[in-house]
């Protein structure tokens, strides 16, 4: 069955960066466009960009460009998040999620904590 | 600020029916764009309730049911129940010059009294 596993929590200093990962498995990641979505604490869903695995093409929100990376293996069916220039108000919950087109992100990862601090 | 606006909380008792409403603009709902829903429990993966403005994927109970008219949205849930309680995000596509971006509302938190 299709599943993003993600990597685990982080705990970082300000002004580091964080890479997250998330493997794909149960399809092919170059199927289907990633997204990044975040939730800081007592806050609501955020969405950061996608990347189109099988073109490695990208798009982020405007919030995050300069700040953020989006790349992928496909040998490894891993897509990987890197933010810069971490802020206190960087911490939160980071969930990567699969779109499908006209569903919406029907697959989620289970979340990754990065605390900066 | 979010580009979709919902209540930041709604209750009912058992069994009852509750709506959740999320408000847009021409740029995003109002343009024809899809409209998706999703039931967030904390410290867990958002799972997908409603796609394509009112169509439940396989194993979501009809009680869920999704509408759209004009810049909004809604999220209906009858014969309410303990574990219905939780967040839930609309989450749309809004077009500006530069492309499309991925838009949530600002999150409504459901609670069964």
């Known amino acids: 069955q299709v599943q993003l596993a993600q990597s685990g929590a982080e705990v970082k200093k300000p002004g580091a960066s964080v890479k997250v990962s998330c493997k794909a498995s149960?399809?092919?990641?170059?199927?289907?466009?990633l997204h990044w979505v975040r939730q800081a604490p007592g806050q609501g869903l955020e969405w950061m960009g996608w990347i189109n695995p099988s073109s490695g093409g990208t798009r982020y929100a405007q919030k995050f460009k300069g700040r953020v990376t989006m790349t992928r293996d496909t040998s490894m069916n891993t897509a990987t998040m890197e933010l810069s220039g971490l802020r206190s108000n960087d911490t939160a919950m980071f969930f990567c999620?699969?779109?499908?087109?006209?569903?919406?992100?029907?697959?989620w990862g289970q979340g990754t904590l990065v605390i900066v601090s | 600020q979010s580009v979709l606006t919902q209540p930041p909380s709604v209750s009912g008792a058992p069994g009852q029916r509750v709506t959740i409403s999320c408000t847009g603009s021409?740029?995003?709902?109002?343009?024809?764009?899809?409209v998706h829903w999703y039931q967030h429990f904390p410290g867990t993966a958002p799972k997908l309730l409603i796609h394509g403005d009112t169509n439940r994927p396989s194993g979501v109970p009809d009680r869920f049911s999704g509408s759209k008219s004009g810049t909004s949205a809604s999220l209906a849930i009858t014969g309410l129940q303990a574990e219905d309680e939780a967040d839930y995000y609309c989450?749309?596509?809004?077009?500006?010059?530069?492309?499309?971006?991925?838009?949530f509302g600002g999150g409504t938190k459901l609670t069964v009294v």
């Open positions: 149960g399809y092919s990641l170059t199927d289907y466009y």
């Open positions: 989450q749309s596509y809004d077009i500006s010059l530069s492309g499309s971006d991925v838009v």
């Open positions: 999620a699969r779109k499908t087109a006209g569903r919406g992100f029907d697959y």
């Open positions: 021409d740029s995003n709902i109002g343009a024809g764009h899809d």
